[in-house]
């Protein structure tokens, strides 16, 4: 997506201040950022969520209103305005600047009534096991949008602004609440047919159900009307792309059908990136890139994994494994290469956070190589402070110190990513590797990674046209400078636990 070395920023992070000045931030630094060398940005879901003003944006209500109406008890969104919204894409894209919209298809929260139904309980561990009988449960389901209602002289509906679907029971396959019975468990309803839909892998029997009323992508009528919501949205909006929420939970051949349908109705490739969060099973990510023949990229969960265990054993991972496992190391083109996200910060529900030491270490992986496609994540460029209660229940005040190596890795990305990429990955705790450039670069670069308690080097070509010329650390981390030697050859330097980068003085 984009031009090449183009780098996707995550343009939001789980515990923003809910102000609804995050649109207007995009406005404000749309400019700034596109000299940084972020090419894309993906912003968080901008329509209405059950909680409103609180929502992040992931329980949602209605997909329809982007902070227009008053439903759910405010008019803008946690991030702003509907027209705030088209402001800071139209400012992003005036640098050129590309937007990801967040898509939630799983699950809808909020519902405006309940319904009666038959269901059954399942078993959470594996929901193709019921639990007793089929029954009568009551159940929030019906949703009726009312603050996009048109009224005519007698009060009756005229009209629904911008789509008159509304949602009931039909079209959902499960729920997580008996009103009637006032029971939390999961029940799948039973109406035509009393199966869920189809799953990529067999976690939890069925992983359909995750949460809220669950969508059921089985319906003719859900899956027009999900495509006569995208076609509204890329046309509303101009987005250019989207990221896919829990992918793993929703049918893979209405993914398939889904994206087949909107290229072809924009004669574009429309990128989009799935979240399929597998961080110890490289195997089924790969699986699932199979089954939706390639048609997306997905997010690298096995290579955020490996340096979040790298952060955390230190000297004793082996760097030459860093790619052990990986997305990027098999299907580079269809990886988004990340360090972290909203779901693995501090004391949310994947919590793996990259320890602040490695976090430039990272950074340097996924920004400074050949393969894959780079997404920087909000706090390591903002910082960011908040306070919430840990799995244990105890309250935590978090801070998030910014990356201040990223603004500078960034500028080499821009000036010095290009050319044969030759890897020296023969040591444990470090390894290093060179760009050796193209007409695109002034230099090469050499690159040097270290885990170790000690300093250390790495022996690396870069060509007999730089013999007697000196090399510089472009991150300043070492002070002294590298002399080819006539065979193009340089011992390029590094710090314990720390990474340099060199290029031509």
């Known amino acids: 997506m984009g031009k090449v070395n183009g780098v996707l920023m995550q343009y939001f992070h789980w515990y923003l201040p809910n102000d609804g000045g995050l649109w207007k931030q995009v406005i404000k630094d749309a400019k700034k950022l596109s000299e940084m060398g972020i090419t894309a940005l993906w912003l968080p879901p901008a329509y209405k969520g059950t909680s409103g003003i609180n929502s992040v944006g992931y329980d949602v209500y209605d997909m329809y209103d982007l902070g227009e109406f008053d439903q759910k008890g405010t008019i803008r969104t946690k991030y702003g305005t509907k027209d705030e919204y088209l402001k800071a894409i139209e400012a992003a894209h005036k640098y050129g600047i590309q937007i990801l919209g967040d898509v939630v298809f799983?699950?809808?929260?909020?519902?405006d009534y309940k319904e009666r139904m038959i269901a059954v309980k399942v078993d959470r561990n594996n929901r193709n096991v019921d639990i007793g009988e089929p029954r009568i449960i009551e159940a929030w389901t019906k949703f009726t949008f009312p603050g996009r209602i048109k009224y005519d002289?007698?009060?009756d509906v005229k009209e629904y602004k911008y789509s008159n679907f509304t949602w009931d029971y039909l079209y959902f396959d499960g729920v997580d609440w008996d009103e009637k019975a006032k029971e939390s468990a999961i029940f799948r309803i039973i109406k035509y047919g009393d199966t869920w839909d189809i799953m990529p892998d067999e976690e939890k029997g069925n992983y359909d159900y995750l949460m809220f009323a669950d969508i059921d992508t089985g319906s003719k009528e859900v899956r027009q009307e999900l495509k006569n919501w995208v076609e509204w949205y890329l046309d509303f909006t101009k987005v250019d792309g989207f990221?896919?929420?829990?992918?793993?939970?929703?049918?893979?051949?209405?993914?398939?059908?889904?994206?087949d349908y909107i290229r072809e109705k924009t004669g574009k490739e429309i990128f989009t990136v799935g979240e399929y969060w597998q961080p110890n099973r490289g195997d089924l990510v790969e699986k699932y890139l199979y089954k939706v023949g390639f048609r997306i990229s997905l997010f690298d969960a096995p290579l955020q994994n490996n340096?979040?265990?790298a952060s955390k054993e230190k000297q004793n991972f082996d760097l030459r494994r860093i790619f052990d496992n990986t997305l990027v190391s098999k299907y580079p083109v269809n990886s988004v290469t990340l360090v972290g996200n909203h779901d693995t910060q501090p004391l949310q529900a994947l919590e793996a956070p990259v320890e602040e030491w490695f976090k430039p270490i990272a950074y340097t992986f996924i920004l400074l190589r050949a393969e894959g496609y780079p997404c920087v994540f909000y706090p390591d460029i903002y910082g960011a402070k908040y306070t919430d209660k840990g799995h244990d229940g105890k309250e935590y005040s978090i801070e998030l110190n910014r990356v201040k190596e990223l603004p500078a890795l960034l500028t080499l990305r821009r000036k010095y990513n290009y050319g044969e990429q030759v890897d020296y990955f023969d040591y444990p705790t470090t390894v290093g590797w060179v760009r050796l450039g193209d007409e695109n670069s002034k230099s090469p670069m050499a690159v040097v990674v270290s885990v170790g308690k000690e300093n250390g080097f790495k022996d690396m070509y870069v060509g007999t046209e730089y013999a007697q010329m000196e090399f510089t650390d472009f991150l300043g981390k070492v002070k002294q400078k590298v002399r080819i030697n006539e065979k193009g050859l340089g011992r390029f330097l590094v710090n314990s636990a720390s990474v340099s980068v060199w290029v031509l003085s």
């Open 307 to 309: 340096f979040y265990k």
């Open 243 to 259: 990221r896919l929420d829990a992918i793993k939970h929703i049918s893979i051949q209405f993914f398939n059908e889904w994206l």
């Open 106 to 111: 799983n699950h809808r929260g909020g519902a």
């Open 153 to 155: 002289e007698n009060q």
